[in-house]
């Protein structure tokens, strides 16, 4: 996308990523329903809508992008004669879209635009981090019964007639099994829905670990089977573009952008943040998923928001997941995660976790402040990055710096 204000894709685009949500609303999926009563083009007027929300956020569709739009009004003009505006579960699913590219390159911008011009109801959107949260808590739900994560799976589905995955990415072999289950339970089952999802992947290099790999080649297989794999790889990482307002001027930052990084952590560049180091007895236990984690201060700030002080080594170096995090985000808009060790200082697990904690802050609009004493969240060899840094190293673009000379390794500059 070209354009002169706002952003496509990321923190903020729409509802704080990451919830599941229904599509349909004031994008246009009124028009679509008018449209099919009228036997008008259902794919002109998703194409229509989306490139009115692009001119609504200020941008105009790149040659990639535009493909991908393409592909997913075709596929509203699939489901429109054949199942009656995706009336689900079907004999025949439509055939689904898997758009992959680098990190910022609009892919959930489309979706969510693609998804918004739909009548409501018709779409089931959820984050992949949420999902396996979701979905351990209705597996648990059902412990006692046969079947427990299948039932589970079919409650988070419900009823809709397409489910869209936003940062599909599977790194752990018991995640590729259930995402495997899930797949075929889409496309084989006898709900037969439509799956759209977007990755930084494409569907080969999903988990990536030749130990592994093997394990998701089946649904690797069932992935290029029911989905249409489209690429979204323009060369501007959107991300790291500014917002404008739409005066012309910068706009204020709100949310994951409000965030910093901050070497080493002085009281200056705290305050500079409106941020005041808590007091030792300020310290707190927090019960996370039925287990205490230990934070040094977790408290309101009186305007309505609430802010959570916590060390790396609590938040990052203890086995901490995904699932935590989400709980996190729902209590607390604002973390400030102190104590960051130097990149090499971190445990290989303690760098994954803090890869999950940026990627969940991104998703679900937290600001994000890191404190550490030197460059707090950034490897300064590529080949110490883990899976996936390509997608951080682009979200922590959205921060502000604010490094010390003092916290910069020798022979750098402060950026």
Same mark, same amino acid.
């Given at each position: 996308?070209?354009?002169?204000? +706002?952003?496509?894709?990321?923190?903020?685009?729409?509802?704080?990523?990451?919830? *599941?949500?229904?599509?349909?609303?004031?994008?246009?999926?009124?028009?679509?329903?008018?449209?099919?009563?009228?036997?008008?083009?259902?794919?002109?007027?998703?194409?229509?809508?989306?490139?009115?929300? &692009?001119?609504?956020? +200020?941008?105009?569709?790149?040659?990639?992008?535009?493909?991908?739009?393409?592909?997913?009004?075709?596929?509203? &003009?699939?489901?429109?004669?054949?199942?009656?505006?995706?009336?689900?579960?079907?004999?025949?699913?439509?055939?689904?879209?898997?758009?992959?590219?680098?990190?910022?390159?609009?892919?959930?911008?489309?979706?969510?635009?693609?998804?918004?011009?739909?009548?409501?109801?018709?779409?089931?959107? $959820?984050?992949?981090?949420?999902?396996?949260?979701?979905?351990?808590?209705?597996?648990?739900?059902?412990?006692?019964?046969?079947?427990?994560?299948?039932?589970?799976?079919?409650?988070?589905?419900?009823? &809709?007639?397409?489910?869209?995955?936003?940062?599909?990415?599977?790194?752990?072999?018991?995640?590729?099994?259930?995402?495997?289950?899930?797949?075929?339970?889409?496309?084989? +089952?006898?709900?037969? *829905?439509?799956?759209?999802?977007?990755?930084?992947?494409?569907?080969?290099?999903?988990?990536?670990?030749?130990?592994?790999?093997?394990?998701?080649?089946?649904?690797?297989?069932?992935?290029?089977?029911?989905?249409? $794999?489209?690429?979204?790889?323009?060369?501007?990482?959107?991300?790291?573009?500014?917002?404008?307002?739409?005066?012309?001027?910068?706009?204020?930052?709100?949310?994951?952008?409000?965030?910093?990084?901050?070497? =080493?952590?002085?009281?200056?560049?705290?305050?500079?943040?409106?941020?005041?180091?808590?007091?030792?007895?300020?310290?707190?236990?927090?019960?996370?998923?039925?287990?205490?984690?230990? &934070?040094?201060?977790?408290?309101?700030?009186?305007? +309505?928001?609430?802010?959570?002080?916590?060390?790396?080594?609590?938040?990052?170096?203890?086995?901490?997941?995904?699932?935590?995090?989400?709980?996190?985000?729902?209590?607390?808009?604002?973390?400030?995660?102190?104590?960051? =060790?130097?990149?090499?200082?971190?445990?290989?697990?303690?760098?994954?976790?803090?890869?999950?904690?940026?990627?969940?802050?991104?998703?679900?609009?937290?600001?994000?402040?890191?404190?550490?004493?030197?460059?707090?969240?950034?490897?300064?060899?590529?080949?110490?990055?883990?899976?996936?840094?390509?997608?951080?190293?682009?979200?922590?673009?959205?921060?502000?710096?604010?490094?010390?000379?003092?916290?910069?390794?020798?022979?750098?500059?402060?950026?």
């Amino acid at each position: 996308m070209t354009g002169r204000r +706002g952003r496509p894709t990321g923190a903020g685009s729409s509802e704080r990523a990451g919830t *599941t949500r229904r599509s349909g609303g004031p994008a246009g999926g009124d028009s679509f329903a008018i449209m099919k009563i009228r036997g008008g083009d259902p794919a002109a007027e998703i194409r229509a809508a989306v490139d009115r929300r &692009a001119a609504r956020d +200020g941008f105009a569709l790149d040659r990639y992008q535009r493909a991908a739009a393409d592909r997913l009004a075709r596929l509203a &003009a699939d489901a429109a004669p054949r199942r009656g505006l995706f009336h689900a579960h079907g004999p025949h699913p439509v055939r689904g879209v898997y758009l992959w590219g680098p990190p910022g390159r609009g892919k959930t911008w489309l979706m969510d635009a693609w998804s918004a011009a739909l009548p409501p109801g018709l779409v089931r959107r $959820v984050h992949f981090h949420d999902f396996f949260r979701r979905l351990q808590d209705a597996a648990f739900a059902h412990k006692d019964e046969a079947g427990a994560i299948d039932t589970a799976m079919v409650e988070l589905v419900g009823d &809709a007639a397409v489910v869209c995955f936003d940062e599909f990415h599977v790194h752990d072999p018991g995640d590729a099994m259930l995402v495997t289950r899930l797949l075929r339970e889409l496309a084989e +089952g006898r709900r037969r *829905t439509t799956l759209v999802a977007t990755s930084n992947y494409p569907p080969e290099g999903l988990l990536p670990n030749p130990l592994f790999h093997h394990l998701f080649e089946p649904a690797i297989a069932l992935i290029e089977q029911s989905l249409d $794999v489209v690429t979204v790889a323009g060369g501007t990482d959107y991300r790291t573009l500014a917002p404008d307002t739409d005066e012309g001027g910068p706009a204020t930052p709100t949310g994951f952008r409000a965030g910093a990084i901050l070497a =080493p952590g002085d009281d200056a560049q705290l305050a500079a943040h409106g941020l005041l180091r808590p007091a030792p007895d300020a310290r707190v236990v927090l019960e996370v998923n039925r287990r205490p984690l230990t &934070a040094r201060s977790a408290e309101p700030d009186g305007g +309505g928001s609430a802010t959570l002080w916590i060390d790396h080594a609590s938040l990052c170096e203890t086995p901490t997941s995904s699932a935590d995090y989400l709980v996190l985000a729902e209590r607390f808009d604002t973390w400030v995660v102190d104590a960051v =060790p130097a990149w090499a200082d971190c445990s290989h697990e303690g760098r994954q976790r803090l890869a999950s904690v940026i990627d969940i802050a991104y998703d679900r609009d937290v600001r994000l402040v890191l404190v550490g004493p030197d460059r707090p969240g950034e490897p300064l060899d590529p080949a110490d990055a883990p899976p996936d840094h390509d997608r951080t190293a682009s979200r922590l673009t959205q921060l502000t710096r604010s490094v010390a000379r003092s916290a910069v390794p020798s022979g750098e500059a402060a950026r």
